[in-house]
């Protein structure tokens, strides 16, 4: 079934998108996939480079009589988000992605489907297999590790790219042009102790399930309001130690720093005399979170099973001082841009609380176009699990990308638009780290904008591109290298 997405028009970027549905690129596993770029950059007798970093540059010379034109950079990330539901058992490092055809859409099966940004490097390899396009210096730049540091971008030296300006390919929304886009941190915060291995006769075990959440991109669907699986899952725990006496065993919550945490687990000890309540707690909570969230998620399920009696315990200080922590932790959209209404300026996403084997790990990424903000919403989040007791570490920042409306590229764009469609784009600014504002502290002087075709869901198996889209941003992207 998958093999049909190669029947779709354009056939060269649908062709190429397919092949990279069939190699395996998670963050951190790019030497498959550089070794396929680095092919087909030699098999069309391309300049094909790979710099110390894995970034993968091919160049192709200036149509005749067009060699005084600025050189373009078509630039997209090569790796993807490893998401699955957890029903199915796909191994990111060896199975292929299972792509279908949904009425106007591709998606997968399950699994995200990696459209970020391999949509992005198939725009980019169909620029540079085609024969007829009329250009001046153009580059294709995929960059390696994006979705996890950055490490690409960051690794970017001066002087291996000559073009000018940049077409970053890893936007999201047809129609739009976005000329900035937010800065982050990671904060990675840890609590240890000893295991208390004492635990109360006639305790008996329950592991909690809390599934079905849509998750999704932390910075670009961060303000529609999804339910965060480790916010609902702490807010349960705090009520179960209060209201049935449970004591935490262990929690798995999250999997990704970038992704909203769809699923949380956790497993509790209560005195079997309190397993009623138990029962009718988690059965209220899934009726109380199915009407908060009504008409954005659909599908929350909040589960409790008899489990087998752990052999251990968190101790119970450590339980409290993580749930109140978590509890009070801001997750979220957290401030607004007035320069673009609608824009979120600041958020943090609560990714990823685990246990394991006498450690706590908390992942937390912050987002903002402001550095000022983004240093207050740390200084924040650390006090609060100072307070705690755990160790609080700040690490894998990065810049935002600021917009400059007065941008040349910006106006060729806007005007070639016009022309095409018969209507203005829109301008925006993003709120995700896209790479340009890395890419700037190597280029100083570039010219940057970025587009991409209706990207939906990224970051979670619910995925999925629209395929009119694609068309769309083909017909632009050529149109726009014939001006430039």
Not at 94 to 102: F, M, Q, S, V
Not at 273 to 302: C, H, P, T
Not at 365 to 372: F, T, V, Y
Not at 444 to 455: A, F, K, Q, Y
Request: charged fraction near 25%.
């Amino acid at each position: 079934m998958s093999a049909s997405i190669k029947d779709l028009f354009p056939k060269q970027i649908w062709g190429y998108f397919y092949d990279l549905t069939q190699i395996p690129r998670p963050t951190g596993h790019m030497k498959e996939v550089t070794e396929y770029i680095l092919s087909f950059g030699k098999s069309l007798d391309l300049e094909t480079l790979q710099d110390e970093t894995g970034n993968v540059l091919i160049r192709k010379p200036a149509t005749a009589g067009m060699e005084d034109r600025k050189g373009v950079i078509l630039q997209s990330h090569l790796d993807m988000v490893p998401q699955k539901n957890s029903s199915v058992s796909h191994d990111f490092l060896k199975d292929p992605i299972e792509a279908y055809i949904e009425g106007d859409w591709v998606t997968a099966r399950d699994t995200t489907l990696g459209a970020d940004n391999g949509i992005g490097a198939a725009l980019a390899m169909a620029i540079l297999a085609d024969k007829t396009l009329k250009h001046g210096l153009l580059e294709a730049l995929f960059t390696v590790d994006e979705e996890v540091g950055m490490d690409g971008a960051f690794g970017l030296k001066p002087g291996f790219c000559k073009g000018e300006i940049l077409i970053n390919c890893d936007s999201e929304k047809e129609g739009e042009l976005f000329v900035g886009c937010a800065g982050g941190a990671d904060l990675n915060i840890t609590f240890q102790f000893k295991e208390d291995e004492y635990i109360p006769e006639g305790d008996i075990a329950f592991k909690l399930s809390l599934t079905g959440l849509k998750g999704g991109h932390s910075g670009v669907d961060i303000h529609l309001g999804r339910a965060n699986a480790n916010k609902l899952m702490f807010r349960f725990l705090k009520e179960a130690v209060a209201g049935c006496g449970a004591r935490l065993s262990s929690v798995e919550g999250g999997s990704l720093r970038n992704a909203i945490p769809r699923e949380a687990f956790a497993v509790v000890t209560i005195p079997d005399e309190n397993a009623e309540v138990l029962w009718e707690m988690v059965a209220d909570y899934q009726d109380l979170y199915r009407e908060e969230y009504k008409g954005i998620e659909e599908n929350i399920s909040f589960t409790a099973e008899i489990a087998e009696l752990p052999t251990s315990l968190i101790p119970e200080e450590i339980q409290d001082d993580l749930i109140n922590a978590i509890e009070g932790c801001q997750n979220g959209v957290i401030s607004m841009l007035a320069s673009f209404p609608g824009t979120v300026e600041s958020s943090s996403n609560l990714a990823v609380v685990k246990s394991a084997n006498g450690l706590i790990e908390v992942k937390i990424l912050i987002r903002s176009s402001s550095e000022s903000r983004k240093a207050s919403i740390y200084s924040s989040l650390e006090s609060i699990f100072a307070l705690a007791g755990a160790k609080v570490e700040y690490g894998g920042a990065y810049n935002g990308w600021q917009p400059d409306i007065d941008s040349p590229v910006l106006k060729l764009m806007k005007q070639v638009y016009e022309e095409m469609h018969h209507k203005t784009p829109e301008v925006k600014v993003m709120h995700a780290g896209l790479e340009c504002g890395i890419i700037q502290g190597a280029y100083p002087n570039m010219d940057m904008i970025s587009i991409g075709p209706d990207l939906e869901y990224p970051h979670s198996p619910d995925e999925r591109i629209n395929i009119p889209s694609v068309a769309k941003i083909w017909d632009f992207l050529k149109a726009t290298l014939e001006r430039i």
